[in-house]
């Protein structure tokens, strides 16, 4: 599952979706025009970038066209069209305004926190004489609503994360959704929750990541590289608007 979010980030580092977009063309591409327009100069394996290329149809980023000699080429899905550069709307943006593919992110976010919080909620009890608690990060509410089920005493939750996160979120009984910056200023409560467990992990993977992307960037212009197959929607919108938050995070 590692190879996922790192071809995707790997074809980021490259641009090569804005190597396909070419203000606003999305001309399919083989994958050594592809290489052409990202390493004019020359170089690269248009045989291994087309391995990932491949890997990332599989999760709706590129659409893949079978050409009458054979050749396959790609152009930008809906998903890949939100990676380019100068697109007009960033990742969080485009989805907000989609809510059928926001269905798909929450589902999949709830997927991952739902499990975690479900452990830490069997071990912790922290949240006993706290009266308004407030997420940061928050995303859709999720966590604040096990919190609360689990401890009546918890009256006010606030749900805090970007504003494009929030203006999708359900209504949850108790909680307040607020859209603001972590970064900036954070909203006051008897107590604040930030999953720094997730937090960890996170800059542990980040780290891993890294040296993967490094290695598999130079996989596509050099090396030797392989792939797995998938088809699911909610992990491509998933993974692409995490890139969107990570992106925020360390710029």
């Given at each position: 599952m590692m190879s996922v979010p790192?071809?995707?980030i790997a074809v980021i580092n490259l641009k090569v979706p804005e190597a396909i977009w070419q203000d606003g063309s999305n001309a399919p591409l083989s994958a050594a025009q592809i290489l052409d327009r990202i390493?004019?100069?020359?170089?690269?394996?248009?045989e291994n970038l087309q391995r990932v290329l491949r890997l990332l149809t599989?999760?709706?980023?590129?659409?893949e066209h079978l050409c009458g000699s054979g050749q396959r080429k790609y152009s930008l899905a809906d998903v890949g069209k939100t990676l380019v550069d100068d697109h007009q709307e960033s990742p969080i943006e485009y989805y907000v305004k989609r809510p059928t593919e926001m269905a798909l992110y929450y589902k999949s976010m709830a997927g991952m926190c739902v499990p975690f919080m479900r452990e830490m909620?069997?071990?912790y009890d922290g949240f006993q004489g706290v009266e308004t608690l407030v997420d940061v990060g928050g995303n859709f509410g999720v966590t604040?609503?096990?919190?609360?089920d689990k401890y009546p005493n918890v009256r006010k939750g606030i749900n805090y994360d970007l504003p494009g996160i929030v203006a999708s979120a359900p209504d949850i009984s108790g909680v307040t959704h607020v859209g603001g910056n972590a970064f900036e200023s954070v909203p006051l409560g008897d107590a604040i929750f930030?999953?720094?467990a997730v937090v960890a992990i996170t800059m542990m993977v980040i780290v891993v990541a890294m040296v993967v992307v490094v290695a598999m960037t130079m996989l596509v212009v050099a090396g030797?590289?392989?792939g797995d197959d998938g088809d699911d929607a909610a992990m491509a919108i998933t993974m692409v608007m995490l890139v969107e938050?990570?992106?925020?995070v360390v710029s």
């Amino acid at each position: 599952m590692m190879s996922v979010p790192m071809s995707l980030i790997a074809v980021i580092n490259l641009k090569v979706p804005e190597a396909i977009w070419q203000d606003g063309s999305n001309a399919p591409l083989s994958a050594a025009q592809i290489l052409d327009r990202i390493r004019p100069h020359g170089g690269g394996d248009a045989e291994n970038l087309q391995r990932v290329l491949r890997l990332l149809t599989s999760y709706d980023i590129f659409v893949e066209h079978l050409c009458g000699s054979g050749q396959r080429k790609y152009s930008l899905a809906d998903v890949g069209k939100t990676l380019v550069d100068d697109h007009q709307e960033s990742p969080i943006e485009y989805y907000v305004k989609r809510p059928t593919e926001m269905a798909l992110y929450y589902k999949s976010m709830a997927g991952m926190c739902v499990p975690f919080m479900r452990e830490m909620l069997e071990v912790y009890d922290g949240f006993q004489g706290v009266e308004t608690l407030v997420d940061v990060g928050g995303n859709f509410g999720v966590t604040l609503r096990m919190i609360m089920d689990k401890y009546p005493n918890v009256r006010k939750g606030i749900n805090y994360d970007l504003p494009g996160i929030v203006a999708s979120a359900p209504d949850i009984s108790g909680v307040t959704h607020v859209g603001g910056n972590a970064f900036e200023s954070v909203p006051l409560g008897d107590a604040i929750f930030v999953k720094l467990a997730v937090v960890a992990i996170t800059m542990m993977v980040i780290v891993v990541a890294m040296v993967v992307v490094v290695a598999m960037t130079m996989l596509v212009v050099a090396g030797d590289s392989g792939g797995d197959d998938g088809d699911d929607a909610a992990m491509a919108i998933t993974m692409v608007m995490l890139v969107e938050a990570t992106t925020m995070v360390v710029s």
